[in-house]
């Protein structure tokens, strides 16, 4: 069981290094980040609570692929991550950067996903297959929490330290673009399962781009609070 635990939190415990990294101009409290990764597990354990009532649709064609990518995953957990974010912050003295909004969010991304990535490896431990799952969960599932936290935190941020006549358009956009890019990202994986092996081939191909251009798009996202907390940039 301990080696699942490791196995399980290991790649969230790299991308929380690889953020503390990042934010090292002017961190945040140890505390907080503990705080931020704790309310990613409450987030993790609301949607459980919220969605376990909701019925279950096998995924038998992309229309039920796309229900169970969005309704049953990217819009519950994504809103429920920023739930956590706005009570994680709305009282926080020590948010007072771009970047913190980044470093905060993908905590709680990271906690959320390190709560899932234990209940699936035990899962997988039943049929003798958690170290395959673990290996492509590290790969893939614990970094996609960790940019869609950086979407959110970018956004949120974005909201908190812009021009107030955008704000309400910031907070919809750290909203809704997590959710549409975790609601992507489940329903592509879960439709490969319902078609042809050629076609999954593709639908693969295609995710692997996708997966790689929201990494590219995560890493120009941070760079670009970086740079405006240096310059004291107000816009």
């Given at each position: 069981?301990?080696?699942?635990?490791?196995?399980?939190?290991?790649?969230?415990?790299?991308?929380?290094?690889?953020?503390?990294?990042k934010?090292?101009?002017?961190?945040?409290?140890?505390?907080w980040?503990?705080?931020?990764?704790?309310?990613?597990?409450?987030?993790?354990?609301?949607?459980?609570?919220?969605?376990?009532?909701?019925?279950?649709?096998?995924?038998?064609?992309?229309?039920?692929?796309?229900?169970?990518?969005?309704?049953?995953?990217?819009?519950?957990?994504?809103?429920?991550?920023l739930?956590?974010?706005?009570?994680?912050?709305r009282?926080?003295?020590?948010?007072?950067?771009?970047?913190?909004?980044?470093v905060?969010?993908?905590?709680?991304?990271?906690?959320?996903?390190?709560?899932?990535?234990?209940?699936?490896?035990?899962?997988?431990?039943?049929?003798?297959?958690?170290?395959?799952?673990?290996?492509?969960?590290?790969?893939?599932?614990?970094?996609?929490?960790?940019?869609?936290?950086?979407?959110?935190?970018?956004?949120?941020?974005m909201?908190?330290f812009?021009?107030?006549?955008?704000r309400?358009?910031?907070?919809?956009?750290?909203?809704?673009?997590?959710?549409?890019?975790?609601?992507?990202?489940?329903?592509i994986?879960?439709g490969?399962?319902?078609?042809?092996?050629?076609?999954?081939?593709?639908?693969?191909?295609?995710?692997?781009?996708?997966?790689?251009?929201?990494?590219?798009?995560?890493?120009?996202?941070?760079?670009?609070?970086?740079?405006?907390?240096?310059?004291?940039?107000?816009?």
């Amino acid at each position: 069981m301990i080696w699942i635990i490791i196995a399980a939190l290991a790649p969230v415990f790299l991308l929380f290094i690889y953020i503390l990294v990042k934010d090292m101009r002017q961190p945040e409290p140890l505390r907080w980040l503990m705080k931020a990764l704790l309310y990613g597990v409450f987030a993790a354990l609301l949607v459980i609570l919220v969605m376990t009532p909701v019925p279950q649709i096998q995924v038998v064609n992309w229309t039920t692929a796309f229900y169970n990518g969005f309704v049953m995953a990217g819009i519950p957990e994504e809103s429920a991550k920023l739930l956590m974010l706005w009570l994680l912050l709305r009282k926080n003295p020590y948010y007072d950067e771009r970047l913190d909004g980044i470093v905060y969010a993908t905590c709680i991304g990271l906690g959320f996903a390190g709560l899932e990535n234990i209940g699936y490896l035990i899962q997988g431990a039943a049929n003798g297959e958690w170290m395959s799952i673990g290996i492509s969960r590290a790969l893939f599932a614990v970094p996609g929490h960790f940019f869609f936290g950086v979407v959110m935190g970018f956004f949120y941020a974005m909201a908190t330290f812009s021009n107030p006549r955008y704000r309400r358009l910031n907070l919809f956009l750290a909203w809704s673009m997590p959710i549409l890019a975790h609601g992507l990202y489940d329903s592509i994986l879960m439709g490969m399962g319902t078609t042809p092996e050629y076609i999954a081939g593709i639908l693969m191909l295609v995710f692997l781009v996708g997966f790689n251009a929201l990494r590219k798009y995560s890493v120009r996202l941070i760079a670009r609070h970086q740079e405006k907390d240096r310059d004291g940039n107000l816009v």
